[in-house]
């Protein structure tokens, strides 16, 4: 996985629905979102939530919640810097 901004993890803290490009890698991260791969599947992909044809999966708020917040950022930041001291 690459670098992956913050933004992902803000949206679906707020409790939406990420769409998001292919091979990005926040899939891998095993957070809930619908991927497209082309200009076409994102128009799709937008029409038939709007529709109500397909359902968001909203469970990615809890996950970021409970695994990646600025918190655990932190947290994990510091447990490399410092790995014998703890906070």
Known sequence: VGLIPMRPFEALAAGSCLITPKGDGVKSLGLPCIEYGSQ???VSICRR???GNILPDNSGQEAVLGNHTYRHRCAT?????FPYERI
């Open 40 to 42: 076409d599947e994102l």
């Open 49 to 51: 939530l709007y529709d």
């Open 77 to 81: 930041i510091l447990d490399k810097l």
